[in-house]
């Protein structure tokens, strides 16, 4: 059986620890390959080599860097198709939706191509008599990226992206569940002009994520995944005083108000509650319609939408909606839950748990499951199911379904359909979360606007993308320079009052 690599100083290294984790098709439940786990001494040494190419490349012009940034561009569209194929049979993505995962990365590296603006520091000229000020963004040094399953290009993608944009070295260790893309995204940023060492690939478990939290080297931490684990990497690396930025877990609600357009809401409701087999962070996973009247008309509506999707492998076409879940595992956790929310009373309105695909009955399918009367002392609401599971909360007014929204723990995204101005106005101001999408129900931001959630979802001060990436990725230094021109004896040493 053929197995993945690290990939250090640009090449791909085998592993040594002797520890390695089985990489799943999740279509077929087979075993693809087997990938290398990073013993402490191997993450060691790739974060040291790292460190020590990162001088050169920090002292690179911006624009320098920016152009690998162009490259990089480039050389995604031009091995698209092939980047897809793969993300696809690691993590059982349809092709249009590995491409989308990989699109929504890519415009952040087109984002970045636009570095030496957004490194510009600022000047003050004549701040005493004969003294200037001025303020450099300068590189952190050496960060790490720890990445979720999910969106195994795009996250990546998200971080690194900016990271050496900024001048930074990166260590990434990516999901251990599908890393293939990461490391094939390592090897283009060496072919975009990337020096070697700068991004180092440590695929790994919790050693070698430990090793990354406690080095001396490594000076800013991000995370994205659960929020128990951000929680966790959050403390430990600020603990050892690193910047860190985590982005957890999500409970994203859809309100629908009784004037919305139920056709577009329903629309809207199944492609982001279904699509990816709901394993996004922004998924919306509770629609929550507003009065009997407009709760009962939206269930019809969504029945024979939700009845009709096609599940099955990204081989089977471009007109599959949703594939596999990624692990057996995942798979018997959302299956869990649904049989909690059934057992909590809970009315079960599309019961798929008896679904099996003929020829791949091994694999990691969950077919969709739509409920309704879901009420908010219920597992399936409280906790995050990341599955083709869409709840339905019924609320009697605006202010009720407001309330549902702010009061769970999670505060990743959320949304609302009306067609009135005053009442989205006042959704917008008024909710606690940190991504707010108006007839539309997935808002991610793009890339020149930064990504990230409120509440339990996030933890610390600074998001993903967008200005506040470079903010993240970079420490401002102030210099104070005094040239005493005509001044030639003695020494003063304060500023004098300005006249």
Not at 224 to 237: F, H, L
Not at 247 to 269: E, Y
Not at 429 to 441: A, D, Q
């Amino acid at each position: 059986m053929q197995n993945l690599t690290h990939f250090i100083n640009g090449e791909h290294v085998a592993g040594n620890s002797g520890r390695f984790d089985d990489i799943f098709n999740p279509a077929t439940g087979e075993v693809q390959y087997q990938c290398p786990m990073a013993s402490v001494a191997e993450t060691t040494a790739a974060i040291e080599d790292a460190a020590a190419a990162q001088v050169a490349w920090g002292a690179t012009n911006p624009q320098k860097r920016a152009r690998v940034m162009m490259a990089m561009v480039g050389l995604m569209n031009r091995d698209m198709e092939k980047l897809a194929e793969a993300l696809s049979r690691e993590h059982g993505k349809t092709i249009p939706d590995a491409k989308g995962d990989l699109q929504r990365g890519l415009e952040v590296i087109e984002y970045c191509i636009g570095a030496p603006q957004m490194l510009k520091g600022e000047f003050t000229d004549s701040a005493g008599p004969g003294i200037d000020m001025y303020s450099m963004r300068q590189p952190l040094g050496v960060v790490a990226s720890i990445m979720p399953f999910n969106f195994p290009a795009m996250m990546p993608l998200w971080h690194v992206g900016p990271a050496l944009a900024c001048g930074n070295a990166v260590v990434l260790k990516p999901s251990e569940r599908d890393p293939s893309v990461p490391l094939m995204l390592a090897e283009l940023f060496v072919e975009a002009g990337l020096p070697k060492g700068v991004f180092q690939v440590v695929n790994g478990d919790k050693e070698a994520v430990d090793t990354l939290l406690d080095s001396e080297i490594i000076q800013g931490v991000s995370f994205v995944g659960s929020t128990p684990i951000a929680q966790y990497i959050y403390a430990r690396a600020t603990a050892n005083g690193k910047r860190a930025q985590c982005f957890g877990g999500a409970k994203n609600h859809m309100i629908i108000m009784p004037d919305a357009d139920l056709d577009q809401a329903a629309d809207a409701l199944v492609g982001a509650g279904f699509g990816a087999a709901g394993e996004r962070c922004m998924a919306i996973s509770v629609a929550v319609p507003v009065g009997e009247e407009t709760a009962d008309a939206l269930i019809e509506k969504l029945i024979p939408r939700v009845e009709k999707l096609k599940v099955g492998p990204y081989t089977a076409g471009d007109d599959v909606d949703m594939g596999p879940v990624v692990t057996a595992a995942a798979k018997e956790r959302i299956l869990g839950l649904i049989n909690s929310g059934v057992e909590q009373g809970a009315k079960l309105v599309i019961d798929n748990r008896d679904f099996s695909l003929q020829g791949y009955e091994d694999g990691f399918f969950v077919g969709p499951h739509l409920f309704d009367n879901v009420t908010p002392d219920m597992d399936i609401y409280k906790q995050e199911i990341f599955g083709p599971v869409l709840s339905t909360v019924r609320a009697g007014s605006y202010d009720e379904a407001l309330k549902l929204a702010m009061d769970h723990e999670y505060g990743n995204g959320t949304a609302i359909f009306t067609r009135d101005g005053d009442t989205a106005r006042d959704f917008a101001s008024r909710i606690n979360i940190g991504m707010v999408g108006i007839n539309v129900p997935i808002p991610v931001p793009l890339a020149y606007h930064t990504f990230g959630g409120w509440k339990k979802s996030m933890f610390g001060d600074l998001n993903q993308h967008g200005p506040d990436s470079f903010k993240f990725y970079t420490r401002t230094k102030t210099v104070t320079s005094r040239w005493p021109s005509g001044i030639k004896e003695g020494g003063e040493f304060n500023f004098k009052a300005m006249d």
